[in-house]
């Protein structure tokens, strides 16, 4: 479960920060179970677009999603450089390919600004908010949002 940005700003995180691209995204690294490299799915017919397929986790059938996809931007095109991060959301594990995990660090909910007004109602349901700071711009993704509105986990 993620953490709450309505808070008194003192609560801290930990991080995990990844790369979608030339875009930094993270997420709350309580959520991500393990970090592993690509493998090559099966894919499922009539899947959605940003649906790769699944793969055999130690016995578990684990859903494979392009994030880069499914956040809008040209799908990725898999390769031994990317990573499959495997996060839960409540009962379910889900793997999400991305370019790369680059750190772990911490963050306070004060941290977080809002997501802008300027974005289209889809990003600000995707983007919890956003992190700048250090030359860099971070999204903090919305896992909870991101679960909401994906289809592979209407089960």
Request: glycine residues 8%; charged residues 20%.
């Amino acid at each position: 479960m993620t953490t709450s940005l309505k808070s008194d700003g003192a609560q801290g995180r930990e991080l995990i920060a990844f790369r979608l691209g030339q875009q930094e995204f993270c997420l709350d690294v309580m959520n991500v179970r393990e970090i592993r490299g690509w493998t090559p799915v099966t894919q499922l017919p009539h899947a959605p677009s940003y649906m790769l397929g699944v793969i055999n986790l130690r016995g578990t059938v684990l859903p494979i999603i392009d994030l880069s996809a499914r956040m809008g931007f040209p799908p990725a095109e898999p390769s031994t450089r990317h990573a499959i991060m495997v996060v839960e959301m409540g009962k379910q594990a889900i793997g999400f390919l991305v370019d790369a995990v680059s750190e772990i660090f911490s963050g306070k909910d004060d941290d977080i600004q809002p997501t802008p007004d300027v974005a289209s109602a889809t990003t600000r349901s995707l983007i919890q908010g956003v992190i700048a700071g250090e030359g860099r711009m971070i999204s903090v993704l919305s896992l909870d949002k991101i679960a909401a509105t994906s289809e592979v986990l209407a089960a």
